[in-house]
């Protein structure tokens, strides 16, 4: 039975994200009493401080998942040297009306790919200043800057060989830190 449910937001909204393809694989590294799942963010209208107290109803659906969920997990790119729009589009939603922020308190993972070496490092950064403002407690280490290279994943779009021990530590850290923050 699943105790822990996390909110999974993944950054990118193209159709064959390497970073959606990262978020449903490194879920298959968490032990039967985790469940994840991706929230969709692509619905979400532009951000507008005149609609806080009408939000549209894709709005409403992103606040309640949040809501309900134990933990998240942010599996974004990095889109010139910071995180995408569209990531930061839905953070503003659900952190409103004021007094009413969602996210405060849940415990977060972050991680990242890129076809780029130092790729999602910045990225992280800068979504780590956003998330302590929202009172999101990040785990630190170990960080996840993960290269999308040749082996990734494998055929079946599990974690590939070479990244799969280094996965499954970061999951195991993850899972700690949701269970120790979870409320
Ligand atoms: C607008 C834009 C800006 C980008 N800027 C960066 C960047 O700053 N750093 C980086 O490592 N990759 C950058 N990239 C490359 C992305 O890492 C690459 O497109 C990646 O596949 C996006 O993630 P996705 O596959 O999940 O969509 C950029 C891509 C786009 C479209």
Same mark, same amino acid.
């Given at each position: #039975?699943?105790?822990f449910?996390?909110?999974?937001?993944?950054g990118s909204?193209?159709?064959?994200?390497? %970073?959606?393809?990262l978020?449903?694989?490194?879920a298959?590294?968490? =032990? *039967? !009493?985790?469940?994840?799942?991706?929230? =969709?963010?692509?619905? @979400?209208p532009?951000?507008?401080? $005149?609609d806080d107290?009408n939000?549209?109803?894709?709005?409403?659906?992103?606040?309640?998942?949040?809501?309900m969920?134990?933990? @998240?997990?942010?599996?974004t790119?990095?889109? %010139?040297?910071?995180? =995408?729009?569209?990531?930061? %589009?839905a953070? $503003?939603?659900?952190?409103r *009306?004021?007094g009413?922020?969602?996210?405060a308190?849940k415990?977060?993972?972050?991680?990242?790919?890129? =076809?780029?070496?130092?790729?999602t490092?910045?990225?992280?950064?800068h979504?780590?200043?956003?998330?302590?403002?929202?009172?999101?407690?990040?785990?630190?280490?170990?960080?996840?800057?993960?290269q999308?290279?040749e082996?990734?994943?494998d055929?079946?779009g599990n974690i590939?060989? !070479?990244?799969k021990?280094?996965?499954q $530590? +970061? #999951? !195991?850290r993850?899972?700690? +830190?949701?269970?120790?923050?979870?409320v």
């Amino acid at each position: #039975m699943s105790l822990f449910k996390i909110a999974v937001i993944v950054g990118s909204l193209r159709r064959d994200s390497f %970073n959606r393809k990262l978020a449903s694989a490194v879920a298959r590294l968490a =032990p *039967p !009493d985790f469940t994840f799942k991706q929230v =969709p963010i692509g619905d @979400l209208p532009p951000y507008n401080q $005149d609609d806080d107290e009408n939000q549209a109803e894709p709005v409403k659906r992103l606040k309640k998942e949040i809501e309900m969920a134990q933990g @998240l997990l942010f599996v974004t790119p990095e889109y %010139n040297r910071s995180f =995408p729009g569209v990531l930061k %589009n839905a953070i $503003d939603h659900a952190s409103r *009306p004021y007094g009413q922020n969602s996210w405060a308190g849940k415990p977060a993972g972050i991680i990242g790919a890129s =076809p780029g070496a130092p790729g999602t490092s910045v990225a992280q950064q800068h979504l780590r200043n956003v998330l302590a403002y929202i009172d999101v407690p990040t785990l630190n280490q170990p960080e996840a800057f993960i290269q999308v290279i040749e082996g990734l994943f494998d055929e079946a779009g599990n974690i590939g060989t !070479d990244s799969k021990q280094f996965l499954q $530590d +970061w #999951m !195991d850290r993850y899972v700690a +830190w949701v269970k120790k923050l979870a409320v």
